[in-house]
């Protein structure tokens, strides 16, 4: 069963414009949702409308593309986080070490390559970190690249000041992350929704299964159509829908590490979506995941630690905590490292 939940809608305009005290206000405010679900709407964001057109016009034409054309732009190995995704290709639920049938989503991932940080030496210590992007022909798709490249920037630079408010909220510096993130794995995930008719759906099989996200925070732009759930404090699962002009941020795996639990990584997945007759629908999401430098080591921070210095977990690198979750999902291998997260939905009904 599912009920409604009021995910806390947040103006961030004043971290920019505001003084002090407007960047306390919205600290508090982040601080409050972290503790209670991980999840927010993020308005006063400032990305432009067009902007937004351009992504979703990019992601409209991409996928119309007939499948032999877009298995073309397949990965050689899941490690590698690039190119495209077909339908029932991959069990998010693996990352948390639990079985499911196949997702029933597409999807073309970019991210940040080795080209983008000339200075450092990333391509043999973390070569599939910063793969190349796999990239459309133009001539096949002409409004791809720089449709999704403009909304890759500006997602990045809204994922950047989310850490600011993250770091002061935590009673850090406001500047705090910036070492762990100043060549961050992040990857945008652009995901189609589209059952086809006549598809035979499984028992228990999902638009995409039960998950956290794996690092520090994600930026989620989607349709307003049903569909997202997220598992709330009374271990239901709510429908959420994205407000006018809003964007949807949810904490990951590696701030609840950092944070000693104090914030929640927000566990949600998608059911297929179907208007109020029952009919399939279609839903498209973008997800900008910025996960942190590969080589960062993940440790948690003092203000969350318990009164001995203690921490409910060990550390790790942003790299391999990555390939555990990735592993999962995309080769999927149950990820044996879950088993925090798993429990969280053990008894929870469908």
Not at 94 to 120: C, I, M
Not at 133 to 159: K, Q, Y
Not at 224 to 229: A, C, R, S, T
């Amino acid at each position: 069963m599912t009920t409604d939940l009021i995910v806390p809608t947040i103006d961030v305009s004043g971290w920019v414009h505001g003084d002090g005290t407007a960047r306390d206000a919205i600290a508090k405010a982040v601080d409050h949702a972290g503790r209670t679900i991980g999840f927010m709407q993020v308005v006063g964001h400032g990305i432009p409308a067009d902007v937004v057109d351009g992504l979703t016009g990019a992601m409209d034409d991409f996928f119309a593309q007939p499948v032999a054309d877009k298995m073309t732009l397949v990965p050689p190995r899941p490690s590698i986080n690039r190119g495209y995704a077909g339908t029932k290709s991959e069990k998010l639920s693996y990352s948390l070490g639990l079985d499911s049938p196949a997702d029933l989503f597409e999807a073309f991932n970019v991210g940040a390559t080795h080209e983008d940080f000339p200075h450092l030496d990333l391509r043999d210590r973390h070569d599939d970190d910063y793969a190349s992007n796999l990239w459309p022909a133009p001539d096949s798709v002409p409004t791809f690249r720089p449709g999704v490249e403009a909304w890759f920037a500006e997602a990045a630079s809204f994922a950047r000041r989310m850490t600011s408010i993250f770091a002061r909220a935590l009673a850090m510096d406001d500047d705090y992350f910036d070492s762990y993130t100043d060549h961050s794995i992040d990857v945008l995930r652009m995901v189609n929704y589209a059952v086809e008719p006549g598809t035979e759906i499984e028992t228990g099989q999902l638009g995409m299964g039960a998950h956290t996200d794996y690092g520090i925070v994600t930026v989620l732009w989607a349709d307003p159509v049903p569909g997202l759930q997220v598992l709330g404090p009374d271990g239901e699962w709510h429908d959420v829908t994205p407000a006018p002009g809003a964007l949807l941020i949810n904490l990951g795996d590696l701030l609840a590490r950092w944070s000693n639990d104090r914030w929640v990584s927000t566990m949600h997945r998608v059911v297929p979506p179907v208007d109020a007759d029952g009919r399939s629908m279609r839903r498209r999401s973008a997800a900008f995941f910025h996960d942190g430098n590969a080589d960062a080591l993940i440790s948690t921070i003092e203000s969350c630690r318990d009164a001995s210095g203690g921490s409910a977990y060990d550390d790790v690198t942003v790299a391999e905590h990555l390939f555990q979750k990735l592993n999962g999902s995309r080769g999927l291998e149950l990820n044996q490292h879950a088993a925090a997260e798993a429990s969280r939905i053990e008894g929870v009904s469908s």
